[in-house]
């Protein structure tokens, strides 16, 4: 029992440390992107995931695939959901 408890454990640390891993991609991106000529203006302006996707992908240094993109995303509002809650 103890072994499947380890895997399990391994599988939650592994799940963490993937959203921890996208949320820090998607913060640095967005910095860089905001400093970019053109870029931050238009991502201000943007309605949807996919078009911030498709403004971030103009940038020779963004290579997330948009699932990765979304996973990044997503943990990010999760972890602002938990810091205005505590």
Same mark, same amino acid.
């Given at each position: ?19 921890? =891993? ?15 000529? @053109?870029? @931050? ?30 996973? @990044?995303?997503?943990?990010? =509002? ?7 809650? @505590?």
């Amino acid at each position: 029992m103890s072994e499947m408890h380890d895997i399990h454990d391994n599988d939650e640390a592994q799940e963490v440390s993937e959203e921890q =891993r996208a949320i820090d991609q998607i913060t640095h991106i967005l910095l860089h992107a905001l400093t970019e000529d @053109g870029i @931050g203006e238009q991502l201000e302006h943007a309605k949807s995931q996919q078009e911030v996707y498709k403004l971030l992908q103009t940038l020779p240094y963004f290579k997330l695939t948009f699932e990765e993109f979304q996973l @990044g995303i997503q943990a990010l =509002r999760q972890q602002q959901e938990e810091i205005h809650q @505590g």
